[in-house]
Nanobody, 121 residues
Framework: QVQLVESGGGLVQAGGSLRLSCAAS????????MGWYRQAPGKQRDLIAS???????TYAESVKGRFTISRDNDKNTVYLQMNSLKPEDTAVYYC???????????????WGQGTQVTVSS
């Protein structure tokens, strides 16, 4: 069983910054992929950024150059630094991890509870 605790969401004016954190705890052999998705009202949940355990990062085109994903493997935590925020970045942001079970070594995908980010114009 894995728990994901997200923090850092809130209300910010356009042009401002926020930093999201997601800390994983529980029983797992390792965490392979960590990422952030977002879902605006009436829209699908989309991948924003991801980072593998070797540090390979991917970004959605809409956030390239503004958002930076990073991870601390010692703390099993992934971060999303969001700069130059725009009203269209308003959404619920979800942490997502792919972890490896300790005995079967099977991969499991798990979601955080989500944190609201609201950018005012």
């Amino acid at each position: 069983q894995v728990q994901l605790v997200e923090s850092g969401g809130g209300l910010v004016q356009a042009g401002g910054s926020l930093r999201l954190s997601c800390a994983a705890s529980g029983s797992f052999y390792s965490i392979n992929l960590m990422g952030w998705y977002r879902q605006a009202p009436g829209k699908q949940r989309d991948l924003i950024a991801s980072i593998s355990n070797d540090g390979t990062m991917t970004y959605a085109e809409s956030v390239k150059g503004r958002f930076t994903i990073s991870r601390d493997n010692d703390k099993n935590t992934v971060y999303l630094q969001m700069n130059s925020l725009k009203p269209e970045d308003t959404a619920v942001y979800y942490c997502n991890v792919v972890y490896i079970l300790p005995y079967t070594r099977a991969p499991v995908r798990y979601w955080g509870q989500g944190t609201q980010v609201t950018v005012s114009s």
